[in-house]
RNA sequence: GGUCGGGUGGCCGAGUGGCUAGGCUCAGCUCUGCAAAAGCUGCUACAGCGGUUCGAAUCCGCUCUCGACCUCCA
């Protein structure tokens, strides 16, 4: 495959990808509701968005990546009136002001995103720093004839919707009929909604809500779907190239994201939809409620009551790269382990491939190789961003950098590797050397350990009055900047 | 109940009609004073049953089974 092809849920089948207004391209990524830690899942979805805006990258693309903060207008409980924002109700559990915990929690998210080493986005918009735009917006729906409003409170009318764009539930597949079909069960149920697919886009608070602004409906706040679709609309324009979710805002989220735009601007906003799958724990799916779940925090420290040891940030990031970004990922402790040795021995090799200097004399069969590879990695990455393919061919050719075959290559073939190994380990999956990043930390701690030893060695030659050897060491650590001072409860040493 | 997606070797996990990824684990060998690293070799699998085909993990049908979504979730 020589150009990127992308897996769009809109059709379910891999199409060739091409931007609205190249080299430009314009990514929407639906963020975090900031009213608790991010948890795992939550990561696997940022990092995989964050490495498909790194290829993009890599690719020449100029590419404005929105990824907002959903602040409020997330909802506990249906969207029917007396439901209670997510925000709002941690506020009120942690007596805190709504702005606080949106703070806190989004300082929180920024620090393990940065902790994984993904690339800011190009905007991060707030839902309640866009409140215009959204009220905004549920006046061009109400205008265009696809919302109603009962008690304050403006409700999206898929009914209307449907009937006249019937690709209403493409997206997540469902069938327009069966959708009606199942209105007419349930519409004795429904209060203030016509249709139970119809969702509220603007809220009537009821009195002790925290988060609420004034409109011209209702002293309210905006519904969950709605940011989605004014920010997009404001940053990317009515239709843009790229929108992505996790698998679980594929419906209904998304699929009323599509209603919003069709409503508010008559077309549907994104041509490509990608979304990523679930993360599952030993085979079960993540759940707070019923404790199986880890933080990120957990996984990393080891403080957790489901693996014997800490796993690293890069450990767990290795992992989710060794697994197409939509397959389900279980989490567990035998994978955790194979990916932490995995990357450890990726880490080595790329150290081992930068000291290799070319040959004098080429070898054909050497740069044929690497050929193969670069020209396999391209193609892996082109056909839906399959990272588990690239990493297996960076270990096929590990052998031959290892053993020194690849060391028989031409200078500009060889530097062709190395730069290939860069960018894709450094630059597009964002990894980074764990161990040499942290080597000032451990530098110190590794020098008192080895002048332990050292000193040990020669208090046992002064105590077989081996005075050669022991005046050795002394003279020696001297001449490199280490003093070593002798006394009576034994021997210290201090840089000078 | 409805919709959708899976079931791959000890474990994890790519792969959509022939060329039988890769990682981890395990066993063995080479190298080596010992160890580590590295290299090499082995364990050669596609839930089950039918069908299509010269040929299927890959296509079709049925069965079993797991999961996701349908309600807040990345």
Redesign the pocket.
Known sequence: MQHLHVFNSLN?QKELFEPLFPPRVGMYV????VYNDV????C???VSFDIIYRYLLHLGYKVRYVRNI?DVG??????DEGAES?VDKQARLEQKEPMEIVQHYTNGFHQMMQTLRTLPPSIEPTATGHLLEQIEMVQAILKNGYAYINNGTVYFDTAKLIANFPDYGKL????VD?LIA?SRDNLKHQSDKRH??D?AIWIKADPNHLMKWQSEWSLGFPG?HLECSAMSTKYLGKEFDLHG?????????HENEIAQNIGACGNSPARYWLH?????LN?????KSDGNNVMPKELFSGNNGFFSQPYSPMSFKF?LL???Y?????L?E??L???S??YQ?LM??YQTLLNISPAAQPDAAADAEISLFVKKAAEAMN??F?T??V??????I??R???GFIAKASAQQLDALKTSFRQFLFDIFGLYDETEADSQHQDSHLLAATLDLILKMRAGARARKDFATSDLIRDNLLSIGIQIKDSKTGATWEKI
């Not at 990523?276 to 599952?280: C, G, R, V, W």
């Not at 085979?283 to 759940?287: T, V």
């Open positions: 379910r639906c963020g975090p509701t948890h795992l899942g939550n696997r979805t940022f959903t997330h909802l506990v409980g249906d969207t997510k997540s597949g469902k069938k069966e199942e139970p697919t969702f969950w979710g996790g698998m679980d805002l594929q419906f209904p989220h990523t799958n679930m993360m599952l085979g079960r799916k993540m759940s992992l060794q697994t197409h939509r397959s389900t990922l279980d567990t035998g994978g382990e194979s990916a040795k995995a021995r080595k090799l056909d839906d399959n588990p393919e990493l297996s061919l960076m270990f096929q590990a052998p950098i290892n053993d």
